[in-house]
């Protein structure tokens, strides 16, 4: 856990957030600045920066956001008419916060290629 961790702060409850799901690994919010009408990040309670940090042991644990997610699109009642999921990895990619967190967006209508 780092200290200076927006999201570490989150899962230690000294930020609020809306929480959506959580188990012993994962812990999901809504984004505090949606881009659509279900906008949640799914974390892993561990921290880790960056996909670029990950270390083998992490694959299970990386494999669990998207347990949540298909949990999570079924409790929002999106999983048949879709859902995205997004990881960003560093700057060019649009990653601000620097714990790994797999955005999921749904209920509207999205283009590709992103922007
Ligand atoms: P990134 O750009 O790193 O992939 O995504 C970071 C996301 O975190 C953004 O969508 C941003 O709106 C969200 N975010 C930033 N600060 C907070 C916060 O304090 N609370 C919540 N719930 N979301 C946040
Ligand atoms: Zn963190």
Same mark, same amino acid.
């Given at each position: 856990?780092?200290?200076e961790?927006?999201?570490?702060? @989150?899962?230690?409850?000294? #930020?609020?957030a809306?929480?959506?799901?959580?188990n $012993? &690994?994962? =812990?999901?919010?809504n984004?505090?600045?949606?881009?659509?009408?279900?906008?949640?990040?799914? @974390?892993?309670?561990?921290? #880790?920066?960056?996909?670029?940090?990950?270390?083998? $042991? &992490?694959? =299970?644990?990386?494999?669990?956001l998207?347990?949540?997610a298909?949990?999570?699109?079924?409790?929002?009642?999106?999983?048949?008419d879709?859902?995205?999921?997004?990881?960003?990895?560093?700057?060019?990619?649009?990653?601000?916060?620097?714990?790994?967190?797999?955005?999921?967006?749904a209920?509207?209508?999205?283009?590709?290629?992103?922007?």
């Amino acid at each position: 856990p780092m200290s200076e961790c927006l999201f570490c702060k @989150i899962r230690q409850g000294e #930020i609020p957030a809306d929480i959506i799901f959580e188990n $012993d &690994d994962v =812990l999901a919010f809504n984004d505090v600045n949606p881009q659509a009408p279900v906008h949640l990040l799914i @974390i892993p309670k561990k921290h #880790i920066s960056t996909v670029n940090d990950m270390v083998d $042991d &992490d694959q =299970l644990i990386m494999g669990k956001l998207f347990s949540a997610a298909r949990a999570i699109a079924k409790q929002k009642g999106v999983s048949d008419d879709g859902y995205r999921l997004v990881v960003n990895c560093n700057e060019k990619a649009g990653q601000t916060v620097f714990h790994i967190h797999m955005h999921m967006l749904a209920d509207r209508a999205l283009t590709w290629p992103p922007g």
